[in-house]
């Protein structure tokens, strides 16, 4: 008979969930709301993940949460929250605007709070569609040496 392994040690598909503080152990710190942690889980891991999809599934998550209007009643200081979501955004390797997602979904009162978490989407989304847009970088190698190269940005960029 084999051995239970620990939750956090194992994961059902996918290696999106691999990191020494887990998505699961944060919603039960913090603790989220099941919309909430639905809607950061989701920005936390699309990176990694499926990309705009992930983003676009969170949106649907706060738009839940805000016709709900249920703030959630936490028994943890704002101070704390922000130190949890630190820990885990620096496990998690999550930019700025994820990291200020997640503090907003732990911390907000008032719906307009959420209204803030609506535009670091829009703006994740934007971002991630103009990434889509522009033409990857493809490494110089032997066999493309004498392809023909794209202008040179005229910002400098």
């Known amino acids: 008979m084999e051995a239970v392994k620990r939750a956090n040690d194992m994961q059902v598909g996918g290696n ?18 099941y919309l909430e942690a639905a809607a950061t889980k989701y920005v ?6 499926n990309g705009i999809e992930d983003l676009r599934k969170a949106l649907h998550y706060l738009n839940k949460l805000q016709e709900s209007g249920v703030a959630t009643v936490r028994n943890i200081p704002k101070f704390a929250v922000a130190a949890e979501i630190h820990k885990f955004g620096m496990a998690n390797g999550l930019g700025d605007m994820e990291r200020h997602f997640c503090l907003i979904m732990g911390t907000w009162g008032a719906p307009s709070e959420l209204d803030e978490a609506r535009d670091i989407l829009l703006k994740l989304m934007d971002d991630a569609e103009a990434a889509i847009e522009r033409p990857q970088p493809v490494p110089l190698t032997e066999e493309n040496k004498h392809a023909e190269r794209a202008p040179k940005d005229p910002t400098g960029w």
Do not use: C, F, G
């Open 16 to 33: 999106h969930y691999q990191s020494e503080y887990q998505h699961w152990d944060l919603a039960l710190a913090i603790p989220y709301s």
């Open 44 to 49: 936390s891991r699309w990176r990694k993940k």
